[in-house]
């Protein structure tokens, strides 16, 4: 077979390009990775902290703790609680809108379908209003998924106050944008054959839609919104940085007060939540995949009937685990809601709306903000009026002050993060594949000895490992931690993301090489090549697209997550919109999120683009 | 004898593809033809013509003695609800149960509310119909397993089934048994002619084996290129015409 040596200098071209990125990034983000004050010894830190890694507190550290004062122990277990309770609570809000919007932002259940000759005046209309229902839906999705659900936070909680709902809703916005966008994908990547095939009888597209099209990308959908769940248990844990009442919460103060071994401890508490969930999500896909096995059927009874259909019905296969587990969840959803601490603020409607007003006030851009800070709409619109010009000036003062550079900086930290992860997850692979590090990659050589064979299902394991603890921990707390250690540059933030992704990675990539068929590497390792060599030129070569699938999603979600990370004291959007919100300056703050909006939104189009392309020829490859 | 599907001239392409051109053909109430020819000669495409399914470019259709372009969108629902149609992929939704499955195929006459509330569980009189329906087609006991754990005959039963649960009047099947051992062949075929002749339908098939073809149907229609080249009783078939198909379908799996 000829190999066309083009596609080979192609997937050279693109390593080479990316690492041009991490150089250009590295350049923009300056070289300095440790900015400590002189004389500071940061090692010394960093060697207390890693101490507490394996000395975990389960006592306050803290000795002049008042007397009757909640043990440090349950009052972890508390804030693990509240973690569960809000993101269950975020994702009950999440869920059904992202079932609304993913229906209305699929096209697969419009009529009209299968239809003859020229569609009638009625259709038309039909057809033209349900594409400007999913353009709407699709802006309303990357709206919600463009803005971080940190930022929602702080907007929610000056707007609302200090109530738990906020921060769920909070939560819930661009959850539901996610969803949304993930289910309408599914529904879309299904195999047409069954809905054509129920189309061929007759049936509406709304009903080959409900009948055949929904029932199958239901376990996929079920098992993305497990991992939403677990995204959500990350989430709900960081919005203790900015003060929820979460495990994130007791993270920052522990730290804050260089009470390392409680850390620790509460680091672990978090992860063992998420790695739990991860392993239920994993059980649930199985069990979905497989089916139930039934009960084996008694001999037939003599008569006329073999199986009567309600012998039949009564012993049917039927995944109990699976219903007694969802069931559960919607009680435990419900107990959520209405048990424990009042999720809503303590505030009269009078104080509420009063609260919005002023908090609207302070939203609107300096030049044309009203005098009279409880202005009703029309005085705020009439604000406006003749004073576009000003409001540009302002907008692109700021623009030229700090919001060019803070852009530039966010997208470097993203960039370089995702490389600096792709690196390290293609360098760790061939060390953490279920299919490479074994004694025997890929069943040739089959005489390994009992030692080696041992040895290499260690570092398997262990690698793998390494991935479970970077995804199980959110990127902002490994940022936090960093910055802490390392003092205030970007690089913290670039470790931090890389890391987090580094653990996604490692297991989506791993999953597309272990879905590769075998045949090429084995034949590689039978002509002699070993686990690296075959890995370099069998496994990464064939696996490419689908990795670079990946990479542009992680991209995007980096973009994302870059937007934020700077509230830790970094010079990119975070910082400007954390200190605008310190200063009560929100007209600023939203001005600095639309900025990362704008830059998560074309890091969407681009990676979507990206990926539409990738995903045309990747079943080729 | 009642005509029930007629089409006259019948031209298609796809884009810069012929798939057919100038098909003649009608078949009568209570026929049985077998539509042979190769891969690529256009019988997926008379098939899905004949099931109202596709438009020609140019040619007069009649199914059930109806215009199906003149029809709008209830009347194609109506008209498609009385055509059986077992697709060659069989079309069936692998994570639903069997009972689910064959339930679908009264989606034409159904609204989507009644379709959701069988996509749950269907009535007992309902239950008990595919029930009996599932018995005739050997696979009773599956009622109520998923359609992924059954195996590949099974699964072309339950397409089976759902096509006869729409009650048609003619079932057409598309390369039902190319993907099967000769043995199993035979008891598909088996299956087809005797549920056909029960029930009185009109059962078309397509398929690529000349001998099958020869053996269960009384009348053989011959594809080349998306022309006919030969329409009549298959023991008639005569020699260089046989010649011809083969030849045809040894250059097709030549390419």
């Known amino acids: 077979m000829k190999v066309p040596v083009s596609i080979w200098s192609g997937k050279r071209l693109v390593v080479v390009i990316l690492l041009g990125v991490l150089v250009t990034c590295g350049w923009i983000l300056g070289p300095r990775v440790i900015h400590l004050s002189e004389g500071a010894n940061p090692f010394a830190e960093i060697e207390r902290f890693f101490g507490g890694a394996l000395a975990p507190s389960l006592e306050d550290e803290n000795p002049s703790l008042p007397a009757g004062a909640k043990p440090f122990l349950l009052r972890t277990g508390e804030s693990l609680m509240r973690t569960c309770r809000y993101a269950l609570v975020a994702m009950s809000l999440a869920l059904p809108a992202g079932l609304v919007l993913g229906f209305l932002a699929s096209s697969a259940w419009w009529p009209g379908a299968m239809m003859y000759g020229a569609a009638s005046l009625k259709r038309r209309l039909l057809r033209g209003s349900l594409r400007l229902l999913r353009w709407m839906c699709r802006l309303l999705i990357t709206l919600g998924r463009s803005i971080h659900e940190l930022v929602w936070a702080l907007l929610f909680l000056s707007a609302l106050g200090d109530a738990p709902i906020a921060a769920c809703v909070a939560l819930a916005l661009p959850f539901a944008g996610t969803l949304g966008k993930v289910f309408s994908e599914l529904i879309d990547e299904q195999t047409q054959a069954p809905r054509a095939a129920l189309m061929a009888t007759g049936a509406s597209p709304l009903q080959a839609f409900c009948g055949a099209l929904l029932p199958a990308a239901f376990p996929e959908m079920l098992t993305y919104t497990v991992y939403r769940f677990e995204c959500a248990l990350r989430s709900s844990a960081v919005l203790g940085f900015i003060g929820v009442e979460t495990i994130g919460l007791g993270i920052r103060q522990s730290y804050e007060n260089l009470y390392y071994g409680e850390v620790w401890t509460q680091l672990y508490a978090l992860v063992v939540l998420v790695v739990l969930v991860d392993i239920l999500g994993a059980r649930l896909r199985e069990r979905l995949n497989r089916g139930v096995a039934r009960k084996a059927l008694p001999e037939p009874t003599a008569g006329e009937e073999r199986y009567p259909e309600d012998l039949l019905r009564r012993t049917a296969p039927r995944d109990w685990v699976v219903r007694g587990g969802v069931l559960a969840t919607v009680l435990l959803t419900l107990l959520c809601w209405n048990v424990g601490k009042e999720l809503g603020a303590d505030l009269t409607t009078d104080q509420r709306s009063e609260r919005m007003s002023r908090f609207l006030t302070k939203l609107t851009p300096a030049p044309v903000r009203p005098e009279n800070r409880l202005a009703t709409g029309s005085e705020r619109v009439e604000a406006f009026r003749g004073k576009t010009g000003e409001v540009a000036d302002w907008a692109g003062d700021l623009w030229t002050r700090n919001g060019a550079e803070a852009l530039l900086n966010t997208v470097a930290i993203a960039s370089a993060a995702i490389v600096l992860a792709g690196v390290g997850a293609a360098l760790l692979l061939p060390l953490g594949s279920r299919a490479l590090a074994r004694g025997d990659p890929f069943g040739v050589l089959g005489a390994a000895s009992r030692g080696v064979r041992f040895l290499w299902a260690a570092v398997g394991f262990f690698t793998r490992s390494l991935f479970v603890l970077g995804r199980a921990v959110p990127e902002y707390v490994y940022a936090f931690l960093l910055v802490g250690l390392l003092g205030p540059s970007a690089w913290p933030l670039v470790l931090a993301l890389a890391l987090h992704n580094l653990g996604i990675l490692g297991r989506l990539w791993g999953e597309v090489m272990e879905n590769q068929r075998p045949e090429g590497p084995r034949h590689w390792i039978q002509c002699g090549a070993g686990r690296f060599q075959a890995y370099l030129g069998s496994l990464a070569p064939l696996s490419f697209n689908r990795f670079l699938l990946f990479f542009f999603y992680r991209w995007e979600t980096c973009i994302r997550e870059a937007t934020i990370l700077g509230m830790l004291g970094i010079s990119s959007l975070g910082y400007y919109v954390s200190i605008a919100h310190n200063w009560l300056r929100y007209d600023e703050m939203l001005f600095y999120v639309l900025l990362g909006a704008a830059a998560v939104f074309a890091g969407d189009l681009l990676s979507d683009w990206m990926r539409r392309r990738l995903r045309g020829s990747a079943g080729c490859s | ?255």
Do not use: W
């Open chain 2, 1 to 255: 004898m009642e005509k029930i599907l007629e089409l006259a001239d019948i031209h298609r392409s796809f884009g810069a593809v012929k798939a057919l051109s100038e098909i003649n053909l009608q078949i009568h109430k209570g026929e049985r033809v077998a539509l042979i020819g190769a891969s690529g000669s256009g019988k997926t495409t008379l098939l899905r013509l004949l099931g109202a399914q596709l438009a020609p470019d140019r040619g007069e259709i009649r199914v059930l003695g109806r215009d199906p372009l003149a029809l709008g969108e209830s009347g194609l629902r109506e008209l498609r609800s009385r055509l059986g149609y077992m697709p060659q992929d069989l079309g069936l939704v692998p994570n639903l149960r069997v009972l689910q499955n064959v339930v679908a195929g009264r989606c034409g006459r159904r609204s989507i509310l009644g379709t959701l509330r069988d996509l749950i569980l269907p009535a007992l009189g309902v239950r008990r119909r595919i029930h009996a329906l599932l018995e005739r087609v050997g696979i009773e006991e599956k009622m109520y397993d998923r359609v992924d754990t059954l195996s590949g005959g099974q699964q072309q039963r339950v397409a089976v089934a759902r096509a006869l649960f729409q009650e048609p009047v003619a079932l057409l099947a598309d390369e039902p048994v190319s993907a099967v051992d000769p043995a199993r062949a035979r008891d598909v075929l088996d299956l087809l002619v005797r549920l056909c002749e029960e029930e009185g339908l009109t059962l078309l098939v397509s398929m690529h084996q000349l001998e099958l073809a020869q053996d269960y149907f009384p009348r053989v229609v011959g594809l080349k290129a998306g022309r006919i080249v030969f329409d009549g009783e298959g023991s008639s078939l005569r020699e260089e015409e046989m010649a011809d198909l083969f030849q045809l379908r040894e250059r097709a799996a030549g390419v």
